[in-house]
């Protein structure tokens, strides 16, 4: 199934500005995911992973590019509906990414 969908995030805990507007393209089958989307430093990220399912409630992780030197990196993101919650890096500092994702 392919999905479309625009997400909102807020970034806790980093000095940066960072993009906010994330349009998204995302295939699922059997729970494996893969996609594409505009990233919070304005690349493009594409990703591929593993979707786990509970009522409500999920959990997301895989390895996705465009954030830094290395070529992909580890991701992880819990959801509830459709708010989202991750660990995200900006140097030595860890936070968090939350936010909020419209699909059709």
């Not at 909102?8 to 993009?19: I, P, Q």
């Not at 089958?29 to 493009?44: H, K």
């Not at 399912?53 to 991701?75: A, I, K, Q, R």
């Amino acid at each position: 199934m392919i999905e479309l969908a625009l997400a909102f995030s807020l970034h806790l805990g980093f000095k940066g500005d960072y993009n906010s507007i994330h349009p998204h393209i995302r295939y699922n089958e059997q729970n494996y995911i893969a996609g594409a989307y505009y990233n919070s430093v304005n690349n493009i990220s594409l990703y591929a992973g593993k979707r786990f399912e509970l009522n409500d409630f999920g959990l997301e992780g895989g390895v996705v590019t465009g954030y830094s030197e290395n070529t992909f990196v580890p991701y992880i993101r819990g959801t509830y509906k459709d708010f989202f919650i991750g660990p995200a890096r900006e140097g030595n500092r860890t936070g968090i990414v939350l936010g909020y994702e419209f699909k059709w």
